[in-house]
């Protein structure tokens, strides 16, 4: 038997707390399920079949999804908040974030060796009495795109 997929953990966990799967929740859990980059509050909206979803809807929808902790926030540079399937609905990842662009790509998977989090973990627990649960990696720096047009840049500044 497969485990259940993330729209019927997610329909679960709104039933468990009390609310119910609405046509706006289904629509930004859709959108946010096809995505597979996180997404401003404004970026879903923009993706919604249903254009008569309000704004305050989807922000309304955010929350809730927040406060199951089945969606977690992801600043891009410049202060935007992001928004994306929580890791047990999603793979485990991290994030490239493009700190001229804004653009956020994921790294899939963990480039911290298990021995390397725990070394972490021991550290952290000696010098600050703090027990790591969970981590979240953000590496800031150039996409590809933005990369090349700097270059271009700089090359045109040369005498």
């Known amino acids: 038997m497969r485990p259940p997929g993330p729209r019927s953990t997610v329909t679960a966990l709104l039933a468990d707390r009390g609310y119910r799967l609405t046509a706006p929740r ?3 859990l859709d959108v946010l399920l096809a995505s597979g980059t996180p997404l401003s509050a404004a970026g879903i909206h923009r993706r919604l079949e249903n254009r008569r979803i309000n704004l305050a809807s989807v922000y309304r929808t955010i929350y809730v999804l927040l406060r199951l902790e089945a969606l977690r926030v992801t600043d891009a540079i410049g202060g935007e908040q992001r928004f994306e399937l929580a890791d047990p609905l999603g793979a485990h990842h991290h994030h490239l974030i493009c700190q001229d662009c804004g653009r ?8 911290l060796e298990e021995r390397v989090l725990r070394a972490v973990n021991r550290r952290v627990r000696r010098s600050r009495r703090f027990r790591i649960v969970q981590h979240d990696l953000r590496l800031i720096g150039a996409c590809a795109d933005c990369d090349r047009a700097g270059r271009r840049r700089r090359a045109r500044r040369r005498p």
Do not use: A, N, S
Request: glycine share 10%; with cysteine; proline share 9%.
């Open 26 to 28: 289904r629509q930004v």
């Open 104 to 111: 956020i790509e994921d790294l899939e998977g963990c480039p």
